[in-house]
């Protein structure tokens, strides 16, 4: 009877539990779906003047036609691949700049993209979508830590409102719609998807520290002014 008792008990629990992920799920969805029908229109926006012109005109890096041709550009130029960064605008001081690993995505991006500013923007827009997703799941992490008694529904509720919130600020809104900012975007993703592992992963602390260190690391040397968040973590 008591094996009985817990096995039903036990049953219960599991049926909660997916009760739940799968209510976590649908949140989840609905606050993507509502993302996305938020910027859909702005996938079809033509090439605006500042930089969004580079990929078009070939100012930066070349548009590959074939992997073949991506690698061999890769061997030629390696780690010596330099760039002068300004903002005339603003300022007369020029950087000199090596991303070599951003580089090699931007060619990957500009190789699948090709001269089409529509696939530019659907691809800026499906990492946003993905990055939201991710900042649900870490909202809701945080209230449970924060706010643990409060009603299940409620919290969903309250999580997809600032989502939607985030996903839509102005900041990520100038970053998504930017043509060339999608190696940015890239890497501000895997940064999510960093502190989503740092706060819910389950593995051993070994593996964990492997895996922060690989995407975070991949994350950086994209863009690298990313090394900045260990310290806010």
Same mark, same amino acid.
């Given at each position: 009877?008591? !094996?009985?008792?817990?096995?039903? %008990?036990?049953?219960?629990?599991?049926?909660?539990? !997916?009760? #739940?992920?799968?209510?976590?799920?649908?949140?989840? +969805?609905?606050?993507?779906?509502?993302?996305?029908?938020?910027?859909?229109?702005? @996938?079809? *926006?033509?090439?605006?003047?500042?930089?969004?012109?580079?990929?078009?005109?070939?100012?930066? #890096?070349?548009?590959?036609?074939?992997? $073949?041709?991506?690698?061999?550009?890769? +061997? =030629?130029?390696? #780690?010596? =691949? *330099?760039?002068?960064?300004?903002?005339? %605008? /603003? +300022?007369?001081?020029?950087?000199?700049?090596?991303?070599?690993?951003?580089?090699?995505?931007?060619?990957?991006?500009?190789?699948?993209?090709?001269?089409?500013?529509?696939?530019?923007?659907?691809?800026?827009?499906? %990492?946003?979508?993905?990055?939201?997703?991710?900042?649900?799941?870490?909202?809701?992490? @945080?209230?449970?830590?924060?706010?643990?008694?409060?009603?299940?529904?409620?919290?969903?509720?309250?999580? $997809?409102? %600032?989502?939607?919130?985030?996903?839509?600020?102005?900041?990520?809104?100038?970053?998504?719609?930017?043509?060339?900012? /999608?190696?940015?975007?890239?890497?501000?993703?895997?940064?999510?998807?960093?502190?989503?592992?740092?706060?819910?992963?389950?593995? !051993?602390?070994? +593996?964990?520290?492997? @895996?922060?260190?690989?995407?975070?690391?991949?994350?950086?040397?994209?863009?690298?002014?990313?090394?900045?968040?260990?310290?806010?973590?």
């Amino acid at each position: 009877q008591k !094996n009985n008792w817990q096995a039903e %008990l036990y049953g219960k629990d599991k049926k909660m539990k !997916n009760k #739940l992920i799968d209510k976590t799920l649908v949140f989840i +969805s609905i606050t993507t779906l509502a993302v996305f029908l938020f910027y859909f229109h702005t @996938v079809f *926006y033509g090439v605006k003047a500042f930089d969004e012109i580079t990929p078009f005109k070939e100012t930066h #890096l070349p548009v590959c036609y074939s992997l $073949s041709e991506m690698f061999e550009l890769i +061997s =030629l130029l390696g #780690l010596h =691949l *330099y760039f002068e960064a300004s903002n005339t %605008l /603003y +300022s007369s001081i020029i950087s000199m700049r090596s991303n070599p690993l951003g580089d090699f995505f931007v060619l990957l991006v500009q190789f699948i993209c090709r001269k089409h500013p529509v696939n530019y923007h659907l691809y800026s827009l499906i %990492l946003h979508l993905l990055s939201t997703a991710f900042i649900f799941l870490i909202i809701k992490k @945080v209230s449970l830590e924060l706010s643990p008694d409060i009603k299940h529904s409620t919290r969903l509720i309250t999580v $997809s409102l %600032l989502t939607f919130l985030w996903a839509t600020h102005p900041v990520n809104i100038e970053s998504v719609l930017l043509l060339t900012n /999608y190696n940015a975007v890239f890497s501000h993703t895997l940064c999510i998807i960093t502190i989503y592992i740092y706060l819910n992963s389950t593995l !051993n602390p070994i +593996s964990k520290s492997i @895996v922060l260190f690989a995407i975070f690391s991949l994350a950086v040397f994209t863009a690298e002014y990313l090394f900045i968040l260990p310290f806010i973590l």
